[in-house]
């Protein structure tokens, strides 16, 4: 299924992570997304940074709390990507300077503490040859008295990525995203796929889009940033 089949049917996926390669099995293909319902959540833009991408808040002065939501959701390391909805990005970026496991790193972060919510934070790391791994770590229950870790690895399959986001549907409380991450396809031309998605993207709740494509040959990345703030 395409994935913006999956996003505009869904008013509330929440932030979402997609890897996987384009259909001539060249190129890696990395997307994460934000959508916000609240004031801070919906005053951000991505910049781009030499490693990746962090949030800022587009009007400063209406910030009321940058927890949980300023952060740099995608970090390279080396000539792997590392995507993520929080600041768990940077455990993991440490975690992999030093030599462990993303894994590892995993183990020591949880769900983040905005209960009744419970949002699951959800991770991504995109290897150079174009295999991939996913994560997600959601609560084992209501009241968010432990931590489920649940960990994916795929192999790169031209054409073919992995969905995984935060949540199912808008609600109150929000569902948590349920399941594996959901297989979708990957389109061949960066541009045509990056409009693809943000135009799928409900209008009211969608802020901002990444979507890059990384040669595995050549390292190689062409990207594109959109912003509804602009």
């Not at 934000?34 to 209406?62: C, H, K, Q, W």
């Not at 992999?96 to 183990?107: D, F, I, S, V």
């Not at 174009?130 to 031209?158: H, M, V, W």
Request: hydrophobic letters at 35%; glycine letters at 10%; a negative charge.
């Amino acid at each position: 299924m395409k994935l913006s089949e999956l996003l505009s049917n869904n008013e509330y996926p929440g932030r979402g992570i997609a890897l996987g390669l384009t259909p001539d099995g060249k190129r890696s293909a990395a997307v994460y997304f934000i959508m916000g319902r609240s004031v801070d959540s919906r005053n951000r833009v991505f910049l781009p940074e030499p490693d990746g991408i962090r949030t800022e808040a587009f009007d400063p002065s209406r910030l009321e709390d940058p927890s949980l939501i300023i952060y740099h959701p995608v970090r390279q390391v080396g000539r792997g990507l590392i995507v993520t909805n929080g600041d768990q990005t940077d455990t993991v970026r440490d975690f992999l300077e030093r030599g462990e496991t993303w894994e590892q790193a995993l183990r020591t972060r949880e769900f983040e503490p905005d209960g009744p919510n419970w949002t699951p934070r959800i991770s991504g790391l995109l290897s150079p040859d174009g295999s991939y791994k996913l994560s997600i770590l959601r609560a084992a229950d209501a009241a968010g008295t432990a931590c489920r870790r649940n960990f994916f690895e795929y192999p790169g399959q031209a054409g073919l990525g992995h969905f995984i986001h935060t949540y199912e549907t808008n609600g109150n409380p929000l569902p948590t995203f349920s399941g594996e991450p959901r297989p979708v396809e990957i389109g061949s031309d960066l541009d045509a796929f990056a409009e693809e998605i943000w135009n799928s993207l409900n209008p009211e709740n969608k802020i901002s889009l990444f979507v890059r494509f990384t040669d595995l040959e050549t390292g190689e990345a062409r990207q594109r940033i959109f912003n509804k703030n602009q």
